[in-house]
């Protein structure tokens, strides 16, 4: 069995400095799977790209989707799951920051349930789940966003914008790539209420969520809008 980590970055060189020796180590050590690595890069003007290039020569599940400019998260996901299994044969595939607020030590609890359903999601809103270092502001727009998607598309899901998960190929091949319409935050979101026409299985395991220590948050307020005013298309496309 085969799953692949994508990792969407833009100006990440120095988080993935420490992220990928640390992936690498934790893939060494698990049992019955083969774990891949797919860094999909935007253009970083600090040299992310290049970074990688220079450890694919010492990683050989290493891989790079360089792509000519800055063109959303949910598209950069996309790029990464349509690599993971039209490439390199998945059988599953992970969503994952590149900026160490996910723990990587929680893939083995992740793959535990990925033959048992179709998206495991790292929850910060089940027992068990938090977060470190956020502001309350930023707790409480989130929060709400949550609240607000869950009743806009009818998500049984505690944790709709967590961005840590594990996808089963099979249900990429019922959803199809060429359905997802959003390129942005909102990606995670579609995907959930595309898999829930489905029918697909969601399993949630806790994740306490580390806001970055180096570099810059991507979310910007026009990202927040665009959130709230997506929601509602989805719903009613």
């Not at 969407?8 to 990928?20: Q, V």
């Amino acid at each position: 069995m085969k799953f692949v980590l994508a990792l969407p970055t833009y100006n990440e060189k120095e988080n993935l400095k420490i992220l990928l020796p640390r992936l690498i180590e934790i893939l060494k050590n698990i049992k019955d799977w083969e774990g891949e690595i797919v860094v999909v890069d935007d253009s970083s003007p600090d040299g992310t790209s290049e970074f990688v290039e220079e450890k694919m020569k010492e990683y050989s599940n290493l891989h790079l989707v360089k792509r000519k400019a800055k063109s959303g998260l949910g598209s950069a996901y996309i790029a990464g799951f349509k690599y993971g299994i039209n490439v390199l044969g998945a059988d599953n595939v992970f969503s994952m920051d590149s900026d160490l607020s996910h723990d990587p030590d929680l893939i083995p609890t992740f793959l535990e349930y990925a033959s048992t359903n179709d998206i495991v999601i790292g929850s910060r809103y089940i027992k068990g789940g938090d977060f470190k270092n956020w502001p309350w502001i930023r707790k409480a727009i989130s929060r709400g966003a949550n609240i607000y998607g869950q009743l806009i598309l009818g998500l049984k899901v505690n944790d709709i914008s967590s961005g840590y998960r594990c996808y089963n190929a099979l249900l990429w091949k019922k959803i199809g790539f060429e359905n997802v319409k959003t390129n942005g935050y909102c990606t995670l979101e579609e995907i959930l209420y595309l898999g829930k026409k489905k029918k697909a299985r969601v399993k949630e395991i806790p994740l306490v969520f580390v806001d970055r220590t180096i570099g810059e948050t991507k979310l910007t307020y026009k990202e927040m809008i665009k959130f709230f005013t997506t929601i509602i298309k989805l719903r009613f496309s």
